[in-house]
Nanobody
Framework: QVQLVESGGGLVQAGGSLRLSCAASGRTFSSYAMGWFRQAPGKEREFVAWISRSSGNTYYADSVKGRFTISRDNAKNTVYLQMNSLNPEDTAVYYC??????????????????????WGQGTQVTVSS
C-alpha cells in the first residue's frame, strides 16, 4: 500500500510559478512510475505529466509541455511538479498518482486514470489573471 500526500498548491498570479510536491509512504517508491493529474471545476480529471521509476523518461500533456517539469527524488520518496508561466487555465486541483511497475524499464507512459493504483488527496492551484 502506498499513501501519497501532495503539497505546494496555492494562489499565484498569471505568469508566476509554483512547485508541487508529493510525498509517498513505503520503502518501494522506486518500484512505482508516478504521474500528475488535474481536475478543474466542472471538468474531468486529466493527465498532466508522467515520470518513469528511474527518472529516465518523462511525458507531458501538450497543454503543459515546455512550462511544467516533473521530477522525482527516490531517496526522499518524493515526486515534484515545477510549474512555470502559469495561466488561469491551469487552475485546478492537482493530484499525484502511483502505478506499480516493479523493475520494469518500459518507456510506456500511462495517461489513463485507471492505469494508476494509488492517488493523493489533491492540492488546489489557483491562477489569477
Amino acid at each position: 500500500q502506498v499513501q501519497l500526500v501532495e503539497s505546494g498548491g496555492g494562489l499565484v498570479q498569471a505568469g508566476g510559478s509554483l512547485r508541487l510536491s508529493c510525498a509517498a509512504s513505503g520503502r518501494t517508491f522506486s518500484s512505482y512510475a508516478m504521474g500528475w493529474f488535474r481536475q478543474a471545476p466542472g471538468k474531468e480529471r486529466e493527465f498532466v505529466a508522467w515520470i518513469s521509476r528511474s527518472s529516465g523518461n518523462t511525458y507531458y500533456a501538450d497543454s503543459v509541455k515546455g512550462r511544467f517539469t516533473i521530477s522525482r527524488d527516490n531517496a526522499k520518496n518524493t515526486v515534484y511538479l515545477q510549474m512555470n508561466s502559469l495561466n488561469p487555465e491551469d487552475t485546478a486541483v492537482y493530484y499525484c498518482a502511483a502505478r506499480y511497475i516493479g523493475y520494469s524499464t518500459s518507456p510506456y507512459s500511462p495517461r489513463g486514470l485507471k492505469e494508476y493504483n494509488y492517488w493523493g488527496q489533491g492540492t488546489q492551484v489557483t491562477v489569477s489573471s
